[in-house]
């Protein structure tokens, strides 16, 4: 795993990504672009220390996840993302909340963390008849 160096003392030490972090930065520049972005186009964006080879698996590795297009184009495939951040979000949510075992209680602890705006937002949603597709 590739690993950030850090400084410490004179000594450098490298601190390990969390997981799901390098997949997280490449889909933030996947839905900052307005176009489907090359791997090389993807390791420029993003920024870090990262080689080609690295976000290569990680594009492949999101496209057999469903969460990025593959487009031919050239002598490089481009790639971009099949759902908005917001819609990736809540599927991850939900995922989180199916997989727990007592809903009402992690329901409960998560709406009593949010802050105030957040809660309006929540009631306001929760007023609504139908839920919206559109946010």
Do not use: C
Request: without cysteine.
């Amino acid at each position: 795993m590739w690993r950030m160096p850090v400084e410490s003392g004179g000594t450098k030490r490298t601190r390990r990504r969390a997981g799901g972090e390098l997949e997280n930065a490449v889909l933030a520049a996947l839905w900052a672009a307005s176009t489907p972005l090359t791997p090389r186009e993807v390791q420029q964006s993003v920024g870090a220390d990262l080689a080609y080879n690295t976000v290569q698996t990680i594009l492949v590795r999101l496209n057999e996840k469903g969460l990025v297009e593959r487009h031919p184009g050239g002598r490089a495939h481009r790639y971009s993302p099949t759902k908005q951040p917001a819609e990736l979000t809540a599927e991850r949510m939900h995922l989180l909340l199916t997989t727990g075992p007592d809903r009402r209680s992690v329901l409960r602890r998560f709406v009593g963390a949010l802050d105030e705006t957040d809660e309006q937002i929540l009631r306001d949603v929760l007023g609504r008849s139908e839920p919206s597709q559109t946010d």
